[in-house]
């Protein structure tokens, strides 16, 4: 097939970044709105965060042989399906009002999402000439920053409203009191993920009558059970190195992603509508770096614009860690900003020269997203327990991109 034939795929497949980057971005907003309705603090809200990656550490071994048995398109359709269903059960879990039942929703988004992010990435990297799958991974996920911008400076302001009460504080006036301002806080959810869930079907539909170029192996159902993974690719350094640097990248990532409405709203004394507006533009800022990375990357090596954007987010995570406040929150655009290449360009380098094991790395790659269901907790747990130096706990991430500098540095190196 020629590469003229892949504009179409590429197309239908750039718009699965899209969608799970309005899923995953819409969890900081989630553990904002449920500190208000689940009454929780912020290490016990972070956990939202762990229930929805966690299924990025369980499933992307099992999605990988039923990819390899079937087809990608088969894995992505299914994925649709199922995220869809996750979304439309914020309705019956509005009725129930139990902090559980919105983690196990989550769990249930983050496999549906996971269908497609198991699928997408390697499928970008190989419709094309290996030199380019980095830039058009990061072109792809360019995407990614989109649906992450409109989740952050759009979606959130549907569900925040701007008010946060408790029961002490919640005025003696208020109409239906403490129960009618609950479930008005607990409605507010249900629309974004209704809108999500229709978008996920109708994609669903579109991917079913889609014809979609195989690649590799998938689709050979002759394989035993034993092919269906391959644990060998362990024994490639530059895959090995490339899910540690994802792993801890992930997580410094969430970590800041996921507790920036909670930094503002709670300490650094700034209301709900301004934060959003923050938040859509640090989501922004994670856009503008998408394309301009994705341009610089013609005339620069993917492996050492890694290098100088991680050091640059060393350098701002102790900015933050040091001085806090709103001087913390502007540093936050700027790791926003040098981030925005990192996930691609780790991915398409540690994939780089698998050949037949592509699909194997991917999957241990996307697990390696695991990091954000355990850093970003420990990160809200030093901010709670220490409220007087939160800032402090954005060490966790400074040094989590440490591990992204070292990657652009030597980790990438085919050795073998």
């Given at each position: 097939m020629k590469n003229k034939s892949y504009t179409l795929p590429l197309a239908l497949v750039f718009s699965l970044f899209f969608l799970w980057a309005i899923s995953s971005n819409l969890l900081p907003t989630m553990i904002r709105q449920l500190m208000k309705t689940c009454e929780l603090n912020t290490f016990e809200a972070s956990f939202t965060e762990t229930a929805y990656w966690l299924a990025y550490f369980i499933f992307p071994i099992p999605i990988a042989m039923f990819m390899k048995r079937y087809s990608y398109k088969a894995g992505i359709v299914f994925g649709l399906f199922l995220a869809a269903v996750g979304g439309l059960l914020f309705f019956p879990?509005?009725?129930?009002?139990?902090?559980?039942?919105?983690?196990?929703?989550?769990?249930?988004?983050?496999?549906?999402?996971?269908?497609?992010?198991?699928?997408?990435?390697?499928?970008?990297?190989?419709?094309?000439?290996?030199?380019?799958?980095?830039?058009?991974?990061?072109?792809?996920?360019?995407?990614?920053?989109?649906?992450?911008?409109?989740s952050a400076m759009f979606l959130s302001k549907l569900v925040l409203s701007g008010t946060h009460y408790t029961r002490e504080t919640l005025p003696a006036d208020y109409p239906g009191g403490w129960d009618a301002y609950i479930q008005l806080e607990t409605d507010a959810m249900k629309s974004p993920y209704l809108a999500l869930a229709v978008l996920l079907l109708l994609i669903a539909v579109v991917f079913l009558f889609a014809k979609l170029p195989k690649i590799g192996d998938e689709g050979h159902r002759e394989a035993t059970r034993e092919k269906l993974i391959d644990f060998g690719v362990w024994k490639r350094s530059h895959l090995r190195?490339?899910?540690?640097?994802?792993?801890?990248?992930?997580?410094?990532?969430?970590?800041?992603?996921?507790?920036?409405?909670?930094?503002?709203?709670?300490?650094?004394?700034?209301?709900?509508?301004v934060a959003t507006t923050y938040f859509g533009l640090y989501m922004l800022a994670f856009l503008l770096g998408r394309w301009i990375g994705t341009g610089l990357m013609i005339r620069f090596r993917?492996?050492?614009?890694?290098?100088?954007?991680?050091?640059?987010?060393?350098?701002?995570?102790?900015?933050?860690?040091?001085?806090?406040?709103?001087?913390?929150?502007?540093?936050?655009?700027?790791?926003?900003?040098?981030?925005?290449?990192?996930?691609?360009?780790?991915?398409?380098?540690?994939?780089?020269?698998?050949?037949?094991?592509?699909?194997?790395?991917?999957?241990?790659l996307v697990m390696a997203i695991v990091g954000n269901a355990c850093l970003p907790q420990f990160t809200a747990y030093l901010m709670h327990v220490n409220a007087q130096m939160y800032h402090v706990a954005y060490l966790v991430p400074m040094v989590c991109f440490l591990f992204c500098a070292y990657y652009g540095w030597k980790g990438y190196k085919v050795l073998d």
């Open positions: 879990a509005a009725i129930l009002k139990e902090y559980w039942a919105y983690l196990c929703i989550f769990f249930i988004i983050a496999t549906g999402m996971c269908f497609l992010e198991t699928a997408a990435n390697p499928y970008v990297t190989a419709l094309g000439e290996a030199a380019t799958a980095p830039r058009r991974l990061n072109l792809a996920q360019s995407f990614n920053g989109l649906g992450a911008f409109i190195w490339g899910v540690i640097a994802q792993f801890f990248y992930n997580g410094g990532q969430t970590a800041i992603n996921s507790l920036f409405l909670v930094y503002c709203c709670t300490y650094a004394g700034i209301s709900e509508t993917p492996q050492d614009m890694l290098l100088v954007y991680a050091l640059v987010n060393v350098v701002l995570c102790l900015v933050v860690a040091v001085c806090g406040g709103r001087t913390g929150l502007y540093a936050m655009l700027g790791i926003s900003f040098f981030m925005s290449i990192m996930y691609p360009t780790q991915f398409s380098l540690a994939l780089k020269g698998l050949g037949d094991q592509t699909k194997s790395g991917a999957a241990f």
